[in-house]
């Protein structure tokens, strides 16, 4: 479980967020949505001790994560964020192994389990035969899918993704998140496709200029009434079997030329 509790920060002394309240709770996964700039990124980075908070605090599993060393964090969570790693010249088998670092002192080799797991974890993500190919010669969306599986590798209980489903084409921004839905870790992701929140997150948090517009069951969130005054378009629903799906326009037409 992922506790924030009265979370605020600022750059430079520019305030970005204020009173955030966030839980996630134990293997479900928590969509974070809001437009841009509402400060998503920055209090996901908060959430993995990239960056401290100014007030409040977070907590993992009751622990505040403030007064976890740094190799303890990583054992128990994993983090897609969105910077690339650094161009090493590495094969994705080996990138994807990196995830297995935090469960081996510096100068211990990685063990056959190891390999194993890593091994796994690229098969789950559609990736084990490109195992022997550098990893800076893929795609975005094969570079994206396999530090998904470098996170699945880690086998953490906690989950960061921020927009995972970037670079991703809709089999995988599909294939992906339906993998994470189903991995039962807990789990808070970034999105910014609402209908992709609407049919993966069991929860979301909708942030508006740095405070919570918005949070609970996704279905009570993802309304017309919620998300327009929040992202300034016409919101449609329609009910798609099991999820709510959203159909968006701008809320003024173009006038003609
Ligand atoms: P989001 O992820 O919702 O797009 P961010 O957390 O990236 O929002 O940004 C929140 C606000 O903080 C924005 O106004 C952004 O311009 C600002 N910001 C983000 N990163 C920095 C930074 N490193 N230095 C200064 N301002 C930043």
Do not use: W
Not at 111 to 125: C, E, K, S
Request: hydrophobic share 45%; glycine share 8%.
């Amino acid at each position: 479980m992922i506790t924030a509790s009265d979370v605020g920060f600022a750059y430079d002394g520019t305030p970005v967020l204020a009173g955030v309240e966030l839980t996630a709770a134990q293997g479900g996964v928590l969509g974070l949505i809001g437009p841009n700039g509402s400060g998503k990124t920055t209090l996901l980075r908060i959430l993995y001790t990239a960056l401290a908070p100014r007030t409040g605090a977070v907590l993992l599993d009751g622990e505040p994560v403030a007064s976890l060393p740094g190799r303890e964090m990583a054992r128990r969570v994993a983090v897609v964020a969105q910077e690339n790693p650094p161009e090493l010249p590495i094969s994705v088998a080996e990138m994807v192994l990196l995830g297995r670092s935090p469960h081996r002192s510096a100068l211990q080799p990685f063990t056959g389990p190891d390999h194993a797991i890593a091994a796994t974890a690229l098969r789950r993500v559609g990736m084990r035969e490109y195992a022997e190919r550098p990893f800076v010669m893929l795609s975005g969306g094969e570079k994206q899918r396999v530090l998904i599986a470098r996170a699945l590798a880690q086998q953490a209980r906690h989950l960061l993704l921020d927009e995972p489903t970037n670079h991703l084409d809709i089999r995988y921004q599909h294939e992906v998140l339906g993998l994470v839905a189903t991995l039962g870790i807990t789990t808070v992701v970034v999105l910014h496709d609402l209908n992709l929140a609407a049919r993966y997150c069991d929860r979301l948090v909708l942030l508006h200029r740095g405070t919570v517009a918005a949070a609970g069951p996704a279905d009570e969130v993802l309304t017309p009434e919620v998300l327009e005054p929040v992202y300034q378009v016409s919101v449609r629903r329609f009910d798609d079997g099991d999820c709510a799906q959203l159909v968006f326009r701008p809320r003024t037409a173009l006038s003609p030329p």
